[in-house]
C-alpha cells in the first residue's frame, strides 16, 4: 500500500519542459536500470502503462517495439515502465511479441521497468487528479495514467504527453515528435502544425529578413511573422 512511503505531494507537479529529467535506479527486464546512465549520449522516451497482461498495454508496447529499429535511427532509447514485477513483465513478453508478430526468439527490444512500489510513477507524476486526491488522503491504491517522456541527450524533459488509461497512444507522433526536436535543435528552426519529415519549416520571428536569408538562403513570406524554408 502506498501508505509505506513518504509521498511528498508537492512534489508531483514540479516537471516542466526543460527541467532535468529526474534520475532513478529502478528493477527492469534487463536486470537494475539507471536511467541517466542507460540513456548516456542517446536521446530517451519514457513512458508508463497502468498494468501488465491489459488489452490497450499490449497494444501499445507492440507498437513501440515494432518502431525500435525508426528510433534507433534516430539515436532514441525506449524505456517502457508498468506497474508489475519484473517476473510479470517477462511473461507478458510473450503475449506481446505474439500480438505484434515480434520474433519470439529475440530479447524484447527495449527494456520495461518493474515499478510495484510505484516510486517512477510518482517521481514522474504519472497520475491523474482523482488518484492525486487518493494519495492527498491516504487512501488506497493508485492507477498510472499513460504518460511519454521525450528526453534528450542533456537529460532535460524536451516533451511530455499525457493520456487517460482507456486511449492508446500514437507512436507514430511520437516518432515525429522526435524528428521535429531534432530538426529544430540541428537547424534552428520551428515547425508548423501538422508538420512531417521533409515539410518546409518556420524561421523563428527573432531572425531578421538579412539573418534568415544568410542563415537558411531562399525563403517564402506569407506575413512578416510567418516565413517558410525549406526543411
Known amino acids: 500500500m502506498l501508505r509505506r512511503f513518504a509521498i511528498n505531494t508537492r512534489a508531483l507537479s514540479t516537471l516542466r519542459l526543460n527541467s532535468r529529467a529526474p534520475n532513478f535506479t529502478a528493477a527492469s527486464t534487463v536486470g537494475p536500470l539507471n536511467l541517466h546512465e542507460y540513456?548516456?549520449?542517446?536521446?530517451g522516451i519514457?513512458?508508463?502503462?497502468?498494468?501488465?497482461?491489459?488489452?490497450?498495454?499490449?497494444?501499445?508496447?507492440?507498437a513501440f517495439a515494432q518502431l525500435k529499429p525508426e528510433f534507433d535511427k534516430r539515436n532514441v532509447k525506449l524505456v517502457g515502465l508498468?506497474?508489475?514485477?519484473?517476473e510479470s513483465h517477462d511473461k507478458w513478453i510473450k503475449d506481446?511479441?505474439?500480438v505484434a508478430k515480434l520474433p519470439s526468439k529475440q530479447p524484447f527490444p527495449?527494456?520495461?521497468?518493474?515499478?510495484?512500489?510505484?516510486?517512477?510513477s510518482l517521481l514522474y507524476d504519472m497520475i491523474d487528479e482523482v488518484n492525486y486526491a487518493k494519495l492527498q488522503a491516504g487512501e488506497g491504491d493508485v492507477a498510472t495514467i499513460r504518460s511519454?517522456?521525450?528526453?534528450?541527450p542533456t537529460k532535460k524533459i524536451r516533451l511530455?504527453?499525457?493520456?487517460?488509461?482507456?486511449?492508446?497512444?500514437n507512436t507514430t507522433e511520437v516518432?515525429?515528435?522526435?524528428?521535429?526536436?531534432?530538426?529544430?535543435?540541428?537547424?534552428?528552426?520551428?515547425?508548423?502544425?501538422?508538420?512531417?519529415?521533409?515539410d518546409d519549416v518556420i524561421i523563428p520571428p527573432g531572425l531578421s529578413d538579412k539573418e534568415a536569408t544568410a542563415k537558411f538562403g531562399d525563403f517564402k513570406t506569407v506575413k512578416s511573422y510567418l516565413r517558410y524554408t525549406k526543411g
Open 110 to 120: 527495449f527494456p520495461i521497468i518493474g515499478d510495484v512500489d510505484k516510486k517512477v
Open 160 to 169: 511530455s504527453l499525457s493520456y487517460p488509461g482507456s486511449v492508446g497512444r
Open 82 to 86: 508498468s506497474l508489475e514485477s519484473v
Open 39 to 43: 540513456l548516456g549520449d542517446s536521446w
Open 46 to 62: 519514457l513512458f508508463s502503462h497502468p498494468a501488465d497482461f491489459t488489452p490497450v498495454c499490449t497494444t501499445e508496447m507492440g
Open 96 to 98: 506481446i511479441q505474439e
Open 175 to 198: 516518432l515525429r515528435v522526435v524528428d521535429a526536436l531534432q530538426l529544430n535543435d540541428r537547424r534552428g528552426t520551428v515547425t508548423p502544425a501538422n508538420w512531417s519529415a521533409n
Open 148 to 152: 511519454v517522456f521525450v528526453i534528450d
